[in-house]
């Protein structure tokens, strides 16, 4: 019996990410986006012991759902949060090693996990588009053990060179190049996960390495969305589809508004554990 689902495709991108989250782990996020929501769905389906830091300085918050509708700098974001600190205390806690994963969104993404959340045009004085900024990106990438990035599966965002470094991933690629730059050791991007792929990174190369496809896409149809080609795994993994039940909790509880989750829709037909493309849109708004 085949079953018809309809998500957008920043949907597939926030379940994939939120199921890559254990609940012994603690995590570095934004105070809002895509990253944010993807870690709240974690916890409310997968790992209801999951703690989170949100770059504000707000330390393992209890988050009552359904969400309030503003998670950015809102007292119902920081309910009996563990304690209320700053920026700085945060990430010295990073840098100390405490925090286990960052959870960061990204404008432009290069083949060595370096990406750019700042602008993208010939210029910072003159830029085609200008974004909000690292904010603590920048912390959140050099200090943490790994990262975890979510981004659109398209030609614009992963390139060659980006238009701006905001935030380090393996720098030039070198062995030891975050520690000559003065980074914590063993520390440095650990996912990038798209609407149509997650990727991982090569342990002697540090080149972005495609490790999974979403059922109804292929390799060309991945490459074919980068300026570079990347590494291919020795056995592509296959990536679930949204569920019913993320759906529901995404759209019910974690982000009412509809804010986070928008983007192209994307129609597939289920038929146990196959998926068949039926329709997708073919570009989103914003970043």
């Not at 209801?48 to 830091?53: F, Q, T, V």
């Not at 701006?164 to 062995?175: H, I, Q, V, Y």
Request: charged share 25%; glycine share 8%; aromatic share 8%.
């Amino acid at each position: 019996m085949t079953e018809t689902r309809t998500f957008t495709d920043m949907e597939q991108i926030i379940t994939t990410s939120s199921r890559l989250m254990d609940g012994d782990k603690l995590y570095f996020t934004a105070i809002g986006g895509p990253p944010l929501v993807a870690v709240l769905l974690a916890k409310r389906l997968r790992a209801p012991e999951l703690a989170y830091i949100v770059e504000d300085g707000t330390i393992a918050p209890q988050v009552s759902l359904p969400a309030p509708p503003f998670l950015i700098a809102a007292s119902g974001a920081s309910y009996r949060a563990a304690a209320w600190a700053d920026m700085n205390t945060v990430s010295f806690h990073a840098g100390l090693g405490y925090i286990d994963y960052g959870v960061l969104a990204a404008v432009q993404v290069d083949e060595y996990g370096n990406f750019n959340s700042t602008f993208v045009g010939p210029a910072y004085e003159r830029p085609a588009r200008r974004f909000g900024g690292p904010g603590g990106a920048n912390e959140i990438a050099s200090l943490c053990w790994r990262t975890i990035l979510m981004t659109r599966q398209q030609g614009r965002k992963f390139v060659k060179k980006l238009d701006f470094m905001s935030s380090p991933g393996f720098l030039d690629g070198s062995a030891g190049a975050r520690e000559r730059a003065g980074l914590p050791a063993d520390t440095g991007p650990w996912r990038v996960v798209t609407e149509m792929a997650v990727f991982d990174f090569d342990e002697e190369t540090r080149r972005i390495r495609l490790k999974a496809l979403a059922p109804w896409a292929t390799v060309d149809d991945v490459i074919a969305e980068m300026e570079f080609e990347p590494m291919i795994g020795p056995s592509l993994e296959s990536i679930e589809v949204p569920s019913e039940e993320e759906l529901s909790v995404l759209r019910a509880e974690v982000d009412t508004t509809g804010r986070t989750v928008r983007g192209c829709w994307i129609t597939v037909e289920l038929d146990g554990e196959n998926a068949r493309l039926v329709e997708q849109e073919t570009s989103a708004e914003g970043a």
